[in-house]
């Protein structure tokens, strides 16, 4: 199939000598080759961002000095390849000086997981779903190759773009393609013996020293296996070449939560201009321009960087405010038991601040909020400086979302598994969140078995899905978490995060802080999944609700947001919650009148 065709040689010399448009299409032209590149290769890795990014500076910085037009892709694809191999080269390093559990290596998002996307973005089924998920068993020289064949065979480079982004001939580039096809095809029969329903005694008896990542040294381990078992190797029968396989496909489309967040200055050097810096601008806010083949890059001439060009994404209309549940926590085992404090209301804030607070930090990507309805809930919301939030269900229960924030559906319960409510998630975003503490009475109220039952249900949302989030004893070998992540692994269920929820009881920050970070290693170590702490705060259920105060949820919110941002196997938290009530003690970070408590003010702070 003949390559593709790439950016016109015009486009390339125009943006080499200097015209502002040009390169601004031309980035953007050469954004989703770069991705699909970098993404497969890293399959998704935390890192991805940041290599794509460092990719197209390079490009914009050698690009006067591009003699040969018509070479631009290739010398495009010999970049992401040195950048990958950088990367690839870092992260060795790094990992012989790491130790700690805390600085482990990163756990990917599921978001990001490139098989995924390639799955979920382009509806693949039977053995091109096979493919794309044995691309996880491979190692990272043969994902980098894979990554640059696999847009050969669908017709984005040719053979002579593979060799020399390389640096080899081609016989010698033959040879190495020959060789990994080998490896992805015996990937690809251990992916159909492990999905398989009935699989032989040996085969599940080797499941037991298994961890569930998938790697190379487990790819050879199964795969001998495979090849001496003779009703295991009758599966591998019937499979289709690759080349047929990926024939035509399209690349997978940068996400929408795809975000380059940087503000990296690079020179171009004009022959009709003076040279001059500029700074590619890449914002949450500017993430959908990107994801729309808009890529702005905006001239700098002052010593200081200049604000970033914004393209405002769509704008959310909230759904009309309907009846709903507020979430109420009921009397539950405490996570972390203490002496029981003595209760006493929150100190009201002043409505009439002698000077204006501090404007919010700048966002992270993990910081989130819960929200139920109140008195200017949408406008408390966007004051927070949260990037995600939740309603306990799968529409926004009358919050506005604001620019730049994130909404995630829940299926509350079994009640909530409806056509209505799946459609109502397919419709929000990537992330999907399950059954809001099944194992209390007063909650989702579920057994495990009932729970196992609906999953399918929720994985056919073809979203990213987080596992049900129990109240406590997420780590408690026989729990309900624990037996439920192993039903869902005999039926070959996908769980692609852990949710968990964590009060405590102990009202002292750095003590609460450090028994939180306790109990998610502990899980870590358990599932070997991301986690999502989607409700926490300081509040003490072993006698009634008893409430730490407003200054002392400031206090643990401040210690506690700095520890779940140094945890890379923690993607997301969210606090318990957006609204506070002024006559009694609770957790809230905004008043109904807009005015942030102490913790709301800690809130804004945190990253």
């Known amino acids: 199939m003949p390559a593709r065709s790439g950016p016109d040689t015009a486009m390339v010399a125009a943006a080499r000598d200097g015209d502002q448009a040009a390169l601004d ?30 990719t197209l500076i390079r490009m914009v910085r050698g690009l006067p000095g591009l003699r040969d037009l018509d070479a631009y892709r290739s010398w495009l ?22 130790t700690d559990l805390d600085t482990a290596t990163e756990v990917a998002d599921p978001a990001s997981d490139f098989a995924g996307l390639t799955i979920l973005q382009l509806g693949l089924t039977d053995q091109r779903r096979e493919v794309a998920e044995a691309t996880r068993w491979l190692d990272p020289d043969d994902r980098a190759l894979l990554s640059l064949w696999w847009l050969e065979e669908t017709g984005e480079l040719g053979r002579a773009d593979l060799a020399s982004s390389l640096g ?3 016989k010698h580039a033959a040879v190495r393609v020959q060789r990994m096809k080998e490896q992805i095809q015996i990937a690809q029969s251990v992916v159909r013996c492990l999905n398989a329903q009935a699989q032989c005694p040996e085969l599940r008896g080797m499941f037991l020293g298994w961890d ?4 190379p040294l487990w790819r050879k381990r199964f795969a001998r296996h495979i090849r001496g078992c003779t009703f295991c190797g009758r599966r591998t029968q019937g499979m289709v070449p690759l080349e047929r396989l990926l024939l035509g496909l399209p690349l997978v489309a940068v996400p929408a939560g795809f975000l380059l967040t940087k503000l990296v200055p690079v020179s171009i050097k004009a022959t009709a201009v003076a040279a001059k810096n500029i700074w590619i601008p890449l914002t949450a806010a500017g993430a959908a321009a990107v994801t729309a083949g808009v890529f702005v890059l905006q001239p700098w001439t002052s010593d200081a960087p200049p604000k970033p060009i914004a393209v405002p994404p769509p704008v959310v209309v909230a759904e009309s405010p309907t009846p709903s549940k507020t979430p109420v926590r009921k009397a539950s085992p405490s996570p972390s038991p203490s002496p029981k404090p003595s209760k006493k209301p929150s100190p009201k804030p002043s409505k009439s601040p002698e000077a204006p607070p501090p404007p919010p930090a700048a966002p992270a990507v993990k910081k989130g909020v819960g929200v139920w309805p109140m008195n200017g809930v949408s406008t408390s919301l966007a004051k927070s400086g949260a990037r995600w939030y939740y309603t306990w269900a799968t529409h926004q229960n009358g919050v506005q979302t604001p620019r730049n924030v994130e909404f995630v559906p829940m299926i509350w319960g079994a009640d909530s598994v409806t056509p209505k409510a799946l459609a109502e998630a397919k419709k929000a975003g990537p992330y999907l969140l399950s059954f809001n503490e099944p194992d209390l009475a007063q909650q989702s109220n579920m057994t495990v ?41 005999e039926n070959g269920y996908r769980v692609d995060f852990v949710t968990l929820h964590w009060y405590g009881g102990d009202f002292r920050a750095s003590a609460a802080t450090q028994q939180l970070k306790s109990y998610l290693q502990k899980v870590y170590q358990r599932y070997k999944k991301p986690i999502w702490l989607t409700e926490y705060a300081l509040i003490d259920f072993s006698d009634g609700a008893q409430y730490a105060s407003d200054a002392e949820q400031a206090a643990f919110l401040a210690a506690s947001s700095k520890m779940l941002a140094s945890l890379p196997y923690v993607h997301r938290y969210a606090w318990f919650g957006l609204p506070a009530k002024e006559a009694e003690p609770n957790s809230g970070l905004f008043t109904e009148d807009g005015v942030a408590t102490r913790a709301g003010k800690a809130f804004q702070q945190a990253r």
């Open 212 to 215: 569930g990542v998938p790697s």
């Open 449 to 489: 078995e009932r729970a196992l039952e609906l999953w399918p249900q929720l994985e056919k949302a073809g979203k990213i899905l987080g596992s049900p989030g129990v109240a406590f004893g997420g780590d408690t070998p026989g729990g309900w978490l624990d037996r439920f992540m192993k039903g869902a692994k």
């Open 168 to 170: 080899l001939s081609a």
């Open 25 to 54: 299409r031309l980035v953007a032209d050469s954004l989703p080759l770069v991705y699909n590149i970098v993404g497969r290769a890293l399959n998704g890795h935390n890192d991805t961002d940041d290599v794509v990014q460092e």
């Open 77 to 98: 694809v010999a970049i992401a390849v040195r950048q990958v191999r950088d990367h690839e080269a870092e992260k060795r390093t790094a990992q012989h000086r790491r």
